[in-house]
């Protein structure tokens, strides 16, 4: 009886939690961002790059320049239900939920490389939940965290802003990836500031 | 023998489902390559670095300085594809080099990050 009971309820894991997933991204600064005791107007950005290396991102400022430190680490849990019968096993039906651990560090300089102002951002944000119906062999992350990621090859698409949406290329001087118009953390939404301009 | 043969199927069970997934993207990190110049600040040129490492990732005009920033990323995922659990992990890596050029194109400072990618030579 006992074994007959210990199989049902191992039937039954198997058709309930069929698809169960966790996903975990880290997107590395290499950097604590645990060095965030520095000193306006007494620091000069040479020793913040001895200490820290490049940041991020950097960009000009009028009157000086900014750098960015950003250290993300991204889960998401998925929990997945599978179905029985012919075609609906091949499918399984799964609800998911993000969480983004972020550690951002801002330093802005005057022309002469001398400190204005330092900032530290320790957070842990929801992104958000989401569901979908998957290919119970797929395993795939269900929120969208590609923003989050930086591109190394972003800096070699440069020729393809030619070819964007009017909106969006009529404003690629405002654009917030090339290090001369100001910079912003992963993931802000397109519904600020320069992003705007673009109509996204 | 009876055991070999659980062994067996619990390994082919466990391995059928492990994904692994490695890639590179940006310029190649020649930084960390062992020949590697020497920077030398007040000294070295953006011709010497450009010669050296080749074009930048980006490069970045200040007010009164150029910034050459270098950046090669690597992705390195693995992940478990079981009945009833999976499980991925994706780690980025990125390797950067910037260097700091007054209006004369002389280096006036650099720096690598703290994290470093080994220099793979390209055939």
């Given at each position: 009886?006992?074994?007959?009971?210990?199989?049902?309820?191992?039937l039954?894991?198997?058709?309930?939690?069929?698809?169960?997933?966790?996903?975990?991204?880290e997107?590395?600064?290499?950097?604590?961002?645990?060095?965030?005791?520095y000193?306006?107007?007494?620091?000069?950005?040479?020793?913040?790059?001895?200490?820290l290396?490049?940041?991020?991102?950097?960009?000009?400022?009028?009157?000086?320049?900014?750098?960015?430190?950003?250290?993300?680490?991204?889960?998401?849990?998925?929990?997945?239900?599978?179905?029985?019968?012919?075609?609906?096993?091949?499918?399984?039906?799964?609800?998911?939920?993000?969480?983004?651990?972020?550690?951002?560090?801002?330093?802005?300089?005057d022309?002469?490389?001398?400190?204005?102002?330092?900032?530290?951002?320790?957070?842990?944000?929801?992104?958000?939940?989401?569901?979908?119906?998957?290919?119970?062999?797929?395993?795939?992350?269900?929120?969208?965290?590609?923003?989050?990621?930086?591109?190394a090859?972003?800096?070699?698409?440069?020729?393809?802003?030619?070819?964007?949406?009017?909106?969006?290329?009529?404003?690629?001087?405002?654009?917030?990836?090339?290090?001369?118009?100001?910079?912003?953390?992963?993931?802000?939404?397109?519904?600020?500031?320069?992003?705007?301009?673009?109509?996204? | 023998?009876?055991?070999?043969?659980?062994?067996?199927?619990?390994?082919?069970?466990?391995?059928?489902?492990?994904?692994?997934?490695?890639?590179?993207?940006?310029?190649?990190?020649?930084?960390?390559s062992?020949?590697?110049?020497?920077?030398?600040?007040?000294?070295?040129?953006?011709?010497?670095?450009?010669?050296?490492?080749?074009?930048?990732?980006?490069?970045?005009?200040?007010?009164?300085?150029?910034?050459?920033?270098?950046?090669?990323?690597?992705?390195?995922?693995?992940?478990?594809?079981?009945?009833?659990?999976?499980?991925?992990?994706?780690?980025?890596?990125?390797?950067?080099?910037?260097?700091?050029?007054?209006?004369?194109?002389?280096?006036?400072?650099?720096?690598?990050?703290?994290?470093?990618?080994?220099?793979?030579?390209?055939?």
């Open positions: 009886m006992k074994r007959r009971n210990r199989s049902a309820s191992i039954l894991g198997c058709c309930v939690l069929t698809g169960c997933s966790s996903l975990h991204k997107v590395q600064s290499g950097v604590t961002l645990d060095q965030s005791s000193e306006e107007r007494s620091v000069h950005y040479h020793q913040v790059l001895n200490d290396g490049p940041p991020a991102r950097l960009t000009a400022t009028p009157g000086g320049f900014a750098f960015i430190y950003e250290d993300l680490v991204v889960d998401e849990l998925q929990v997945g239900i599978g179905g029985r019968g012919n075609f609906w096993e091949w499918l399984k039906l799964s609800f998911a939920g993000t969480t983004l651990e972020r550690r951002s560090l801002l330093f802005q300089f022309q002469d490389g001398a400190l204005n102002s330092v900032g530290l951002l320790v957070s842990e944000e929801d992104l958000g939940k989401g569901g979908a119906l998957q290919i119970i062999v797929q395993v795939k992350q269900i929120v969208d965290t590609s923003e989050y990621e930086d591109d090859l972003d800096a070699a698409r440069w020729g393809a802003s030619l070819l964007d949406p009017l909106p969006k290329a009529l404003n690629t001087a405002q654009n917030l990836n090339t290090g001369a118009s100001g910079l912003e953390q992963s993931g802000t939404t397109t519904k600020v500031g320069q992003h705007t301009l673009d109509m996204q | 023998m009876k055991m070999m043969k659980w062994i067996g199927l619990t390994l082919i069970l466990v391995l059928a489902g492990c994904t692994s997934d490695n890639g590179y993207s940006g310029v190649d990190n020649i930084w960390r062992a020949n590697s110049p020497v920077w030398e600040v007040g000294a070295t040129t953006e011709t010497d670095v450009i010669d050296a490492l080749g074009p930048p990732s980006q490069l970045i005009g200040l007010d009164k300085e150029t910034v050459y920033y270098y950046l090669r990323e690597e992705r390195k995922a693995r992940g478990l594809l079981l009945l009833i659990y999976n499980w991925k992990t994706q780690t980025l890596v990125y390797d950067r080099a910037i260097f700091f050029f007054n209006k004369k194109g002389v280096l006036t400072k650099y720096s690598y990050s703290l994290e470093a990618l080994p220099y793979e030579e390209a055939e």
